[in-house]
């Protein structure tokens, strides 16, 4: 079975650029989360999506937005790039919240840099 | 403040010995506590849960302990081996809800032969 897939790998973009992040998960799995994981820190949760709806959202500002579509794979878009957007971010799927497990299965992550 | 705490510093074992990893938290009351294992360049990959009110859980030669009271969570790997050198992150399910994890920095062991 295909673990978590995320696209593209590597992306550099210019300040004030806009970028979309893509990401599937696990076939079965109807909740997906994004992290952001800056070097030498653990990730920080960005998003959940369960169902296609939004059920949590961590303290990042409104240039952050995501969506999740009917297949269950999801977007990640930060508009307005800074310098300080330059980090690894990790999508992780899972059955979703109150299916007796809160397993995250990570993908390889985005390497995004903003120069 | 809430914070999740884990060694800064690289843990530098020999192999063959017990590696012992902490994770300490303040002000977060979480259902559960996971660790992960992350390689350089890849996503964390899970490998064990607690729950609340679970005091140890064991899978082959880890074995985690969760402490409410201490708010402390530790980590062992036994027979320690090169293989297991990497990044070691602990998380808290802070919202039974979502699933919302947070994460602290994660220590990195290093298992020299």
């Known amino acids: 079975d295909a673990g978590v897939t995320q696209s593209p790998t590597h992306l550099i973009k210019t300040r004030g650029q806009h970028v979309t992040l893509r990401c599937s998960p696990i076939?079965?799995?109807?909740?997906v989360s994004w992290y952001q994981q800056v070097l030498g820190q653990g990730p920080q949760f960005i998003f959940q999506y369960y169902e296609k709806e939004e059920r949590g959202r961590g303290n990042f500002p409104d240039r952050f937005s995501a969506r999740q579509f009917p297949n269950y794979s999801s977007e990640l878009n930060v508009n307005a790039l800074l310098l300080g957007d330059s980090a690894l971010y990790l999508c992780?799927?899972?059955?979703?919240?109150?299916?007796?497990?809160?397993?995250?299965?990570f993908g390889p992550g985005t390497r995004l840099t903003v120069t | 403040s809430q914070k999740i705490e884990q060694n800064s510093e690289a843990l530098n074992i020999q192999e063959g010995k017990t590696a012992t990893l902490t994770c300490n938290y303040t002000?977060?009351?979480?259902?559960?506590l996971q660790w992960y294992r992350q390689d350089p360049g890849r996503g964390p990959v899970f490998l064990l849960l607690i729950r609340e009110n679970e005091k140890e859980k064991r899978k082959e030669r880890l074995k985690v302990t969760f402490d409410t009271t201490l708010k402390q969570s530790l980590f062992h790997i036994t027979a320690s081996q090169p293989a297991d050198s990497a990044t070691y992150l602990c998380a808290l399910v802070v919202s039974s809800n979502t699933g919302k994890l947070i994460f602290g920095q994660g220590t990195t062991l290093q298992v020299k032969p």
């Open positions: 076939s079965g799995h109807k909740s």
């Open positions: 002000n977060y009351s979480p259902a559960y």
């Open positions: 992780a799927s899972s059955l979703g919240p109150g299916q007796g497990t809160y397993e995250q299965y």
